[in-house]
């Protein structure tokens, strides 16, 4: 439920206050080129989106979570679009892109990578005809999908691997990262191994937790137990673990990590405004980040869905009617996204 009163409260000043201050060498790493962080500031960088995915890789997922909800008693999820074939079609999500810019979109980030099916080919296609930014995620995904050799590998060898991927493509960040379910050893070894591979690229890392919001708080854990600063971090699909009281969410905003909204745009929406809401009053408007994780055929505008701005068009009128100030809103959606992703690069950007 929404609290009463908050349309009234006057916001602490977290928001307009500073403009953001980036390392000096920073940059934000897109496929096409690396980026100044202030050209980035035109509009909101979604820091969750998928562009690139296996034509097959919904039903993987689906499969995956059947078989894990039968494992727990639970019912198969509802069945859902899941036909990728329009991600294997450059001209019609650059149409998409287009149209998602002019709704004030200026940077996207792909949570793929290759255990996914992601094609940084395909994704420089995009950013050349839509004119649009895009960051390419980089790592490895959560159990059910990692490469067969994965559970023989040791963390020296995934972390080489990791490195490997940044110095062959242009990887951006690390993301997403995940958990499936509850943390298996190889996914706590992945996630050690991503935290070194930070240390040693400076990459930013976001991401993936089970439904809802399972281990959270175990990666970020593991991450700085290995050395990550907590700012440089998003905790994913947090909207999912409902909570009018965001005990979770506050405990990772006050240990500096960002919590990741990243669902957002659709009929999910409604339970996620309140919590928003409570984190911006409770001082942390600076730890929230907005997405979408459009990865459905039926999302994209060409099949009569809202499309990938629909984390702006959808969620952030919603966000407005419950008391959300505009400064508030460019600071989650324009700056905070910039904050994370702008790193001062170790390696060299490959060609
Ligand atoms: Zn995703």
Redo the contacts with the bound molecule.
């Keep these: 439920m929404l609290a009463a009163g908050v349309a009234g409260i006057a916001f602490p000043v977290t928001a307009s206050a500073a403009a953001p201050a980036f390392p000096k060498g920073a940059v934000i790493r897109g496929v096409l080129k690396d980026y100044a962080p202030d050209d980035i500031g035109g509009g909101a960088t979604l820091f ?1 989106e ?1 562009l690139s995915l296996a034509r097959d890789f919904l039903m993987r997922f689906g499969r995956y979570t059947a078989d894990t909800n039968a494992a727990a008693g639970l019912p198969p999820p509802a069945a859902a679009p899941d036909d990728l074939s329009f991600m294997q079609d450059p001209d019609l999500l650059a149409a998409e892109l287009t149209a998602a810019r002019r709704e004030g979109v200026g940077c996207i980030v792909d ?1 793929g990578h290759p255990d996914m099916g992601r094609n940084i080919n395909f994704l420089r296609q995009l950013s050349m005809k839509a004119g649009l930014p895009i960051v390419a995620g980089g790592g490895f995904y959560t159990q059910p999908f990692y490469p067969k050799d994965l559970g023989t590998m040791s963390e020296d060898q995934i972390v080489r691997a990791l490195i490997r991927q940044v110095e062959t493509e242009p990887v951006g960040v690390f993301g ?1 990262i995940g958990s499936w379910d509850y943390m298996t050893a190889d996914e706590r070894k992945v996630f050690r191994a991503i935290g070194r591979a930070h240390l040693a690229t400076n990459l930013s890392i976001f991401t ?1 937790t089970g439904i809802p919001g399972k281990a959270a708080l175990e990666q970020l854990d593991i991450l700085e137990d290995v050395g990550v600063k907590p700012e440089r971090v998003v905790i994913g699909h947090l909207g999912n673990l409902v909570d009018p009281t965001v005990q979770v969410h506050k405990a990772i905003c006050k240990r500096g990590a960002y919590v990741g909204f990243d669902r957002l745009g659709g009929p999910a929406d409604e339970p996620q405004v309140p919590m928003v809401m409570a984190l911006m009053n409770a001082g942390f408007a600076d730890r929230v980040m907005l997405s979408s ?1 459009l ?1 459905r055929p039926n999302a994209i505008k060409r099949n009569g869905g809202p499309g990938y701005a629909k984390t702006l068009t959808v969620f952030l009128p919603k966000l407005k009617a419950a008391g959300a100030t505009d400064d508030v809103i460019r600071q989650m959606t324009v700056d905070n996204p910039r904050q994370f992703l702008a790193f001062v690069p170790k390696t060299r950007r490959p060609a």
């Design positions: 969750h998928h949570g997403e993936h994780d990865s």
